[in-house]
């Protein structure tokens, strides 16, 4: 039986399932809950840990179409790939792979911000733009540098970052044990709002923490062995990010109480700040400026394959497509998302960027889990991971659930994304008409 660690591809597959769990483990532990506990706090008081896990809850359903789908297809391009094979339309194809593309800078934009504000000014107080610039064309070299390269610095990372994250929790169980802190507060529901539909809005913040796997469908074509490898590594990422994860918000609610968290830039740094712990203050903004980068590091990865595997698609530019001949990494496109994401600092808070990359994902998530379902018709001839059929219909529900609670600038901000993804769409159906109009009249 073909399997399809066999089938031919351009790049280099020297991705293990060690380096696929860092990786995805890393993206889902980036600048998240770094940078908007305080944003969450202000929308459930102290229930920080419920939003959190409603949201593993509902990634969880879209994962498991994932898992099935990655390993059905192992292509780069994604959620793009599967929509082009389960609706044989090229603009829905398109304006699935957009979505992705968009979040994906829209992602690093608002990362790069996080990582130019108050941790890095408490090293050096700089201008943001500047800083979140030059923070993105480093990325990028690591980037091009080679995909070996930029996970070896991603399981470091990854480390870093998680250490920074158990820090938080370690510290506040020592705060609890000498008596500080206040528990009750893990049960404080915000004021003048409903429990239920507090705890729905804080979800649509919460699963900006959870988005990251679905980026690794976009590095399969460098994953070993990836129908045994990828299922194991994405749910074990998962997993394990969602435990860190409440974790993290019952230390949180317990040390600092909501109104104060909801006014700080810098939430898990006033928490390791108020539990008395001799924690310096530099080194726990060093930790999370690493986990900033190491969030937009795997958001520029993803970015950079799928504008690839949409070029040799035919649904971008071809020139995108280019790959340098040591390195074997799509330099142009890597060039090209570089450059739009560093426009994106320009403008927008990060709490507005974050719900805009969540709405532009849960269009690609309810794709994904339509795809899995109308693809159960399109047998393959290797073995792949097979989700339950409800799956991916409770998946498909949940995006709708999401999509509804989002605020009217955050639909607006991505409609204005999609209507430039149908224009660069036409300009390159228009393009390519009038190249084989070229070719057809010197070949008579």
Known sequence: MTTETNEPTRLRRGITGLLLFAFILGDV????????MGVLAGRVGGLLWAPLLVALLLALLTAG???????KYPRAGGAAVFAE????????SFLVGFSMLAAGVVSAAGLSLAFAGDYFRTFVDLPVIPVAMVFLAVIAL??????????????VMTVIELSGLVIVIAVVAVLVSGGGGDVSRVVQPP??????????AGAIIAYYSFVGFETSANIIEEVKEPSRTYPRALFA???????????VGLASAIAVAPEDLEESSGPLLDVVEASGVGIPSWLFSLIALIAVANGALLTMIMASRLTYGMAEQGLLPGVLARVLPRRKTPWVAIVATTLVAMLLTLVGDLATLAETVVLLLLFVFLSANVSVLVLRRDPVDHPHFRVWTFIPVLGIASCILLMTQQRPIVWLFAAILLVVGVVLFLLANWGR????????????
Do not use: D, Q, W
């Not at 600048?31 to 908007?36: I, P, Q, R, S, T």
């Not at 389960?86 to 603009?91: E, I, P, Y």
């Not at 990422?237 to 974790?247: I, P, S």
């Open 191 to 200: 004021e003048g709002a409903p429990v239920a539909g507090a705890v729905l």
């Open 237 to 247: 990422a998962l997993a394990t990010a969602g435990v860190v994860y409440v974790l």
């Open 433 to 444: 008409s009038h190249s084989k109009a070229k070719e057809s009249e010197r070949s008579r």
């Open 85 to 92: 094979r389960a609706f044989k339309n090229r603009l829905v």
């Open 65 to 71: 179409s994932y898992a099935e789908l990655v390993t």
């Open 142 to 155: 690591l980037n091009a540098r080679g995909i070996r390269e930029s996970m070896g610095a991603n399981l």
């Open 29 to 36: 532990l980036g600048a998240g809950v770094y940078a908007l």
